[in-house]
T-cell receptor, first 115, second 116 residues
């Protein structure tokens, strides 16, 4: 399968600061990337869908001004958590896909802790 | 709407026991179905998939058959090992009217614990 790399794997930040998470598709051009959030011992919830070169589409209830998503190239999407709050502490996972693929490929996830 | 329902865990089995984790879904169109596995502290790994009705996905001794008549995709393994201990997620890909989108809807996950 294709390789998707997510960085960093763990990050600790102070309340009020911003943190950026990168998602890279290493061996294919990802026209679409997805960002999920996973709460402890719960399932993954889709936050947003980003298509290369256009604005992200956010799921209902997700604050787009708080979770900034950029998909500037076919191999990179970023999620920036702005003005981080302890409630934003979670496991964030990206996946990448492209037209014609029947599946999306997942990064290894980022554990964000806001203190 | 689109949704995935898995059996609640945790599931605790002895090594070499038979495993079944039930998964049922509701969906429009022609979704693909997936099982993902998540080991502690890690991301998701695709375990197996099926793209159309009656397809059987298989990998590492795990199997699941896409049953459209019962809207199910149950995961089975004949003999589990301690190393199979993980959380298993059933998922479907959303259909946009002409193709699968890559956007996944996940079940709630089932924790499997295998004891020696």
């Amino acid at each position: 399968g294709a390789v998707v790399s997510q960085h960093p794997s763990r990050v600790i930040c102070k309340s009020g600061t911003s943190v950026k998470i990168e998602c890279r598709s290493l061996d294919f051009q990802a026209t679409t990337m997805f960002w999920y959030r996973q709460f402890p011992k719960q399932s993954l919830m889709l936050m947003a869908t980003s298509n290369e070169g256009s604005k992200a589409t956010y799921e209902q209830g997700v604050e787009k001004d708080k979770f900034l998503i950029n998909h500037a190239s076919l191999t990179l999407s970023t999620l920036t958590v702005t003005s981080a709050h302890p409630e934003d502490s979670s496991f964030y996972i990206c996946s990448a896909s492209r037209t014609g693929l029947t599946e999306a490929f997942f990064g290894q996830g980022t554990r964000l802790t806001v203190v | 709407g689109n949704s995935v329902t898995q059996m609640e865990g945790p599931v605790t089995l002895s090594e070499e026991a038979f495993l079944t984790i039930n998964c049922t879904y509701t969906a429009t169109g022609y979704p693909s179905l997936f099982w993902y596995v998540q080991y502690p502290g890690e991301g998701l790994q695709l375990l197996l998939k099926a793209t159309k009705a009656d397809d059987k996905g298989s990998n590492k001794g795990f199997e699941a058959t896409y049953r459209k008549e019962t809207t199910s995709f149950h995961l089975e393994k004949g003999s589990v090992q301690v190393s199979d201990s993980a959380v298993y997620f059933c998922a479907l890909s959303l259909w946009d009217g002409s193709s699968n989108t890559g956007k996944l809807i996940f079940g709630q996950g089932t924790t499997l614990q295998v004891k020696p």
